[in-house]
């Protein structure tokens, strides 16, 4: 319940947040809503000596959605993206999965840069970022650079971001028009981490499926953007027997661990139920 003593610091401007950033080096630690961190810190497996809070860095905080782009602040919180109705319209899988995070007091600090920062398997917007391709904005002090989200998660708590850069923005291509998604969430209660998960974005052109992305929750070690499962999907009128050779393909990605959700076996049939139902759910909303 007690964290070791620290030092804080709020910057004003991103250029002061990266400044203390790389000044502090790896005693240093970013704040944004601090609802991973200070859990983490209150059980003393998080010991930063600095804690940079980025809450007053203006820039971080907005969303813009035009031609198509989408891109969403790094500080934004769960409440902003499901307050949205602008990106609901543009990618409604966002309000969808963010609903499904945590609990309302959470949502009003807990924020996008965070989750998709993190590196906690358990997060769930890191996956949908992979199903939506997202790309994530690095600055350090060298500058700017971009990171795929389907390139960014190594391991669980690594990630390609270098100790001394701030993920500034998340950047996406909004899906097309009259696309069908669904982010189905297994989970034992209100603001469990899945025991499975699973993203679907699709488009239908006729009867055919024109295009398809999968990704998964918490089955493994990092969130997994299931290339093989959607590439079954395209082309096909997402027949029964499609569907299952896409399930099995995701479900043969996966690794979970046997933790309280249940043995590993039993998550990785959860994940293939979430994949099935995800597909229905966002072929039913397709266009
Ligand atoms: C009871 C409870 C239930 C929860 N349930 C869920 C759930 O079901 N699904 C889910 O996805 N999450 C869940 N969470 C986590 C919640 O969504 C967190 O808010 C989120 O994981 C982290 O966001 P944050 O803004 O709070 O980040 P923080 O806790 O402030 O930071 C998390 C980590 O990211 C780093 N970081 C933060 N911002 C940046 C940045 N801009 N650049 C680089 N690094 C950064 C921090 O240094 C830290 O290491 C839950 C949390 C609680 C307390």
Same mark, same amino acid.
């Given at each position: @319940?007690?964290?070791?003593?620290?030092?804080?610091?709020?910057?004003?401007?991103?250029?002061? =947040?990266?400044?203390?950033?790389?000044?502090?080096?790896?005693?240093?630690?970013?704040?944004?809503?601090?609802?991973?961190?200070?859990?983490?810190?209150?059980?003393?497996?998080?010991?930063?000596?600095? +804690?940079?809070?980025?809450? %007053?860095?203006?820039?971080?905080?907005?969303? !813009?959605?035009? %031609?198509?782009?989408?891109?969403?602040?790094? @500080?934004?919180?769960?409440?902003?993206?499901?307050?949205?109705?602008? +990106?609901?319209?543009?990618?409604?899988?966002?309000?969808?999965?963010?609903?499904?995070?945590?609990?309302?007091?959470?949502?009003?600090?807990?924020? @996008?840069?965070?989750?998709?920062?993190?590196?906690?398997?358990?997060?769930?917007?890191?996956?949908?970022?992979? *199903?939506?391709?997202?790309?994530?904005? +690095?600055?350090?002090?060298?500058?700017?650079?971009?990171? *795929?989200?389907?390139?960014?998660?190594?391991?669980?708590?690594?990630?390609?971001?270098? %100790?001394?850069?701030?993920?500034?923005?998340?950047?996406?291509?909004?899906?097309?028009?009259?696309?069908?998604?669904?982010?189905?969430?297994?989970?034992?209660?209100?603001?469990?981490?899945?025991? *499975?998960?699973? /993203?679907?974005?699709?488009?239908?052109?006729?009867?055919?499926? /024109? !295009?398809?992305?999968? =990704?998964?929750?918490?089955? =493994?070690?990092?969130?997994?953007?299931?290339?093989?499962?959607?590439?079954?999907?395209?082309? !096909?009128?997402?027949?029964?027997?499609?569907?299952?050779?896409?399930?099995?393909?995701?479900?043969?990605?996966?690794?979970?661990?046997?933790?309280?959700?249940?043995?590993?076996?039993?998550?990785?049939?959860?994940?293939?139920?979430?994949?099935?139902?995800?597909?229905?759910?966002?072929?039913?909303? =397709?266009?």
């Amino acid at each position: @319940m007690i964290p070791g003593s620290f030092e804080y610091h709020r910057p004003a401007s991103l250029s002061d =947040a990266v400044g203390l950033l790389s000044s502090l080096g790896d005693d240093a630690l970013l704040l944004a809503g601090g609802h991973s961190l200070i859990p983490m810190m209150k059980l003393r497996m998080a010991l930063p000596e600095h +804690l940079v809070d980025l809450q %007053d860095v203006q820039s971080l905080k907005s969303v !813009s959605v035009a %031609d198509g782009k989408i891109s969403i602040g790094a @500080m934004v919180t769960q409440s902003e993206l499901i307050a949205n109705d602008e +990106l609901h319209a543009a990618c409604p899988i966002i309000r969808e999965a963010s609903l499904q995070i945590a609990d309302p007091q959470v949502r009003n600090l807990g924020t @996008m840069g965070g989750n998709v920062a993190n590196g906690d398997p358990g997060n769930d917007m890191p996956a949908i970022m992979q *199903a939506l391709d997202a790309t994530y904005v +690095l600055v350090g002090p060298d500058g700017e650079r971009q990171v *795929a989200a389907r390139n960014f998660y190594e391991a669980a708590y690594f990630t390609a971001r270098k %100790d001394d850069e701030i993920l500034t923005a998340i950047r996406l291509d909004a899906p097309g028009a009259g696309h069908g998604s669904a982010y189905l969430k297994q989970k034992r209660k209100i603001g469990d981490y899945a025991t *499975a998960a699973a /993203a679907v974005i699709l488009e239908m052109s006729g009867s055919e499926c /024109a !295009s398809a992305s999968v =990704a998964l929750t918490n089955v =493994a070690d990092t969130p997994l953007w299931a290339e093989e499962a959607s590439a079954i999907l395209v082309g !096909s009128s997402l027949d029964d027997d499609t569907v299952r050779r896409a399930v099995e393909a995701a479900k043969a990605i996966t690794d979970p661990a046997t933790d309280g959700r249940g043995p590993k076996e039993f998550r990785t049939h959860i994940a293939g139920v979430m994949v099935q139902r995800a597909i229905a759910s966002a072929r039913s909303r =397709a266009q």
